[in-house]
């Protein structure tokens, strides 16, 4: 079954400790994105890539890294300087052709907290 | 900037009851609006999407119909089951480049009982 999937599922952290949360697709989509969710707030766009080693920063990039080496896998990292990391990630999807109207397709998410 | 706004939740209904949940939205351009659902502990999955004015999105009994002269596109249902109980996302996209970014609302909870 063609997906994307994101892992862990939950992912604990201390405080002042760097952590990479996993995102892999098997639908071919040359764009991938990584959103925060936060309660009340909706979804927030972290970082995004159109093309294997090639990403933009999003509206709250901050505290974030990511690469994107293979075609599949755009891994986001959580870095110390992030001040609030706990929040709910997900990872998305999409085909470029055919302009804005695309749909994204979202992993099942990773819960991170700071402990 | 994009922006979308949606009516605060959370909304509840009994079974059978009809269903608006409003959104409004503030873009330069002609953007590509979407509502996307999130169940309990779920990513979000694409309900239905509509990319010029005038077009009507529909699936699963959801409607919504871009209104570019009330930057409308509001989310309807006859009558709504419990098993549409979720967290429903207005939002819309912008094209950077080829990419397409989205703008979320802050989502609306809908929780349906017998």
């Known amino acids: 079954d063609g997906g994307i999937t994101q892992s862990p599922k939950y992912l604990f952290r201390k405080e002042g400790q760097n952590v990479t949360l996993s995102c892999e697709q098997n639908l071919n989509h040359d764009a991938m994105y990584w959103y925060r969710q936060d309660p009340g707030q909706g979804l927030r766009l972290i970082y995004y890539?159109?093309?294997?080693?090639?990403?933009q920063k999003g509206d709250i990039a901050e505290g974030y890294s990511v690469s994107r080496e293979k075609k599949e896998s755009f891994p986001l990292t959580v870095t110390s300087a992030q001040k609030n990391p706990t929040a709910f990630y997900l990872c998305a999807s999409s085909s470029l052709a055919g302009g804005p109207g695309n749909e994204q397709f979202f992993g099942p998410g990773t819960r991170l907290t700071v402990l | 900037g994009d922006s979308v706004t949606q009516m605060e939740g959370p909304v509840t209904l009994s079974e059978e009851a009809f269903l608006t949940i409003n959104c409004t939205y503030t873009a330069t351009g002609y953007p590509s609006l979407f509502w996307y659902v999130q169940y309990p502990g779920e990513g979000l999955q694409l309900l239905l999407k509509?990319?010029?004015?005038?077009d009507k999105g529909s699936n699963k009994g959801f409607e919504a119909t871009y209104r570019k002269e009330t930057t409308s596109f509001h989310l309807e249902k006859g009558s709504v089951q419990v098993s549409d109980s979720a967290v429903y996302f207005c939002a819309l996209s912008d094209q950077t480049g080829t990419a397409s970014k989205l703008t979320f609302g802050t989502g609306t909870r809908l929780q349906v009982t017998l």
């Open positions: 509509a990319t010029k004015a005038d």
């Open positions: 890539s159109q093309i294997v080693n090639d990403f």
